[in-house]
């Protein structure tokens, strides 16, 4: 098992990565306050994985609630339906609410905890590829509006993440190639040996071989720890650089229909938007285009947008986004592999030009 920490001072926990981490009370118990504890699930995880962790918790008052499965369900009337939940348990303040499932269950809980009684303690039992490596650390937390993603939400620490790799197994090929868009960032935005090791190792990676994963995970984790320990609240533009290809990525989940596109197949093409974008303001050649698009392409995610989403309705969506300010959309961009800026200062007509190449119209 490898141990790191989100250093963040009184606030600061641990995220432990490794296998079979599920029935290993000794892990999770620290981080429970109280005797009552509510595991948040949906009904794809919970058949596979609630039965374990009701025996490890075996100890505690353990109760359940059950969320249908998917992104359109990632609504404030979710949210109210836990609370209601919540509140018929007589679930008193030192209560500890689990999230056990991927990105959407640990967005969704995360927020109801933040908001319950004005904040309940949470952990995070990230069990997609994805969650593990981004959304269960960090402590963004939050709902869809029809108008926008994640547009909702509260900034809320976990008191641990639990990445039993061991849950991935289960992960269906196209969840897997989700979450390897969101490993793929990091190697972009903070480390360039990172995604030269990826290049090299994305066939281990989508068989699931343990050590591979295991280590994109421990690496990915590290990334995020060290950007969110120096910018919890994306105060200062560091943690802005995390969302590498979101503002695109979530124009299309948003003009798409939440759900039809997985948030990693929308994050993975909006980073080859991304880095053709660099490439037009002069950044990057079009080699490390060609470099990108290729890993991306291997890890089985699209690389054109949908033919649905013209360059001015994609433009629209993008209006609609957290990086707006004062009126002007900022974009993460990449000044080379490794090296990712965010900035707002660029050419209205190359953005068009880009978004114009990268349509699909077959």
């Known amino acids: 098992m490898r141990t790191l920490k989100v250093d963040l001072g009184s606030r600061s926990y641990p995220i432990y990565i490794g296998e079979n981490l599920l029935s290993q009370t000794n892990l999770l118990q620290p981080h429970i306050s109280g005797k009552q504890v509510v595991i948040i699930s949906n009904e794809i995880v919970a058949p596979l994985y609630m039965k374990n962790l009701l025996t490890t918790l075996e100890d505690l008052q353990a109760h359940k609630i059950i969320l249908p499965d998917g992104e359109s369900y990632k609504t404030l009337a979710t949210i109210e339906s836990i609370f209601d ?36 303690d949470f952990i995070q039992i990230p069990t997609t590829l994805l969650s593990q490596v981004d959304s269960s650390v960090g402590g963004k937390t939050g709902v869809n509006h029809p108008l926008g993603k994640n547009m909702i939400g509260a900034f809320y620490q976990p008191q641990c993440v639990l990445a039993d790799i061991s849950t991935l197994h289960t992960l269906p090929k196209r969840e897997l190639s989700a979450g390897l868009a969101e490993v793929i960032k990091y190697g972009l935005i903070a480390k360039k040996p990172f995604f030269s090791w990826l290049e090299n190792n994305i066939d281990r990676l989508l068989e699931l071989d343990n050590d591979a994963i295991e280590y994109s995970v421990e690496q990915s ?24 290809g979101h503002t695109f990525g979530h124009a299309i989940e948003t003009g798409m229909g939440y759900g039809n596109w997985l948030h990693g197949e929308a994050v993975g093409c909006g980073m080859v938007v991304a880095a053709q974008f660099s490439a037009k303001l002069g ?9 990108i698009s290729s890993l991306i392409s291997a890890a089985k995610l699209p690389t054109q947008l949908p033919q649905e989403l013209t360059a001015d309705k994609m433009v629209e969506l993008m209006a ?43």
């Open 85 to 120: 939940q919540l509140l018929e348990m007589k679930c008193a303040r030192d209560v500890t609410v689990i999230a056990l499932g991927g990105g959407v269950v640990g967005d969704i809980t995360g927020f109801a905890a933040a908001c319950y009684q004005r904040g309940v």
């Open 221 to 244: 984790c590290l990334c995020k720890a060290e950007v969110v320990a120096s910018d919890e609240h994306e105060k200062n533009g560091q943690r802005a650089l995390l969302n590498l």
């Open 283 to 291: 950044w990057l050649t079009n080699l490390d285009v060609n470099r």
């Open 320 to 362: 609609i986004d957290k990086k707006v300010k004062d009126g002007k959309l900022h974009l993460v961009l990449l000044k080379d592999i490794g090296e990712a800026v965010l900035t707002s200062k660029f050419n209205q007509d190359l953005l068009y030009s880009t978004l114009n190449e990268l349509h699909n119209n077959t």
